[in-house]
């Protein structure tokens, strides 16, 4: 039997969800461990963000388990000359592999197209990032090639871009579990 996920809107109590994701082995594509200082600006900018409709990150959450087990969410962003959303997620290490990560995204992305209001999410998985790379496509994104990228900003990457056209989620207007 699968886990469910709901998904609850980012709160200034969420930063133990983000001390989670900051271990080496969940940093290993991102650029490593961010300081102290750095998570507490990214907690700000989470909140910030969503307050200012820019952004709407997420905790995910299990049926199963007592904690959130990672986080989703999306923002506005420019790619192609084309006003789109950008997707980030993170499960941590210890609730990785139960198919946490593609609920959350398909979650995610029903979210985006039943309240947003642009056409199609991008993500940008490093090239040797198998496990988000293998998401993408499992969740439905189309591969676009690979990209040059920076992350985190002066570290030089090479991406796969990803693209997801939000309307055949606006078709149906599937439920979206998300918490209040």
């Avoid at 290490?93 to 197209?113: K, P």
């Amino acid at each position: 039997m699968t886990d469910q996920i709901s998904l609850k809107p980012w709160t200034g109590d969420d930063m133990p969800v983000l001390e989670r994701s900051n271990t080496p082995e969940m940093t290993t594509f991102l650029g490593g461990p961010e300081t102290g200082e750095q998570l507490l600006k990214r907690q700000a900018n989470f909140l910030r963000l969503w307050e200012d409709g820019e952004a709407r990150m997420f905790t995910v959450n299990a049926a199963s388990e007592e904690i959130p087990v990672g986080s989703v969410g999306y923002w506005k962003t420019k790619w192609a000359d084309a006003e789109v959303y950008e997707a980030g997620w993170s499960v941590a290490t210890a609730y990785q592999g139960r198919g946490f990560a593609s609920m959350a995204l398909a979650a995610c992305l029903q979210h985006a197209a039943t309240y947003g209001d642009r056409e199609q999410v991008v993500a940008f998985p490093r090239i040797d990032n198998r496990a988000s790379n293998s998401l993408c496509k499992s969740v439905g994104f189309c591969f676009r090639g690979e990209e040059d990228f920076e992350y985190p900003k002066g570290n030089p990457i090479r991406v796969n871009a990803w693209l997801y056209d939000l309307s055949s989620l606006r078709i149906g207007r599937a439920d979206v579990s998300i918490v209040r």
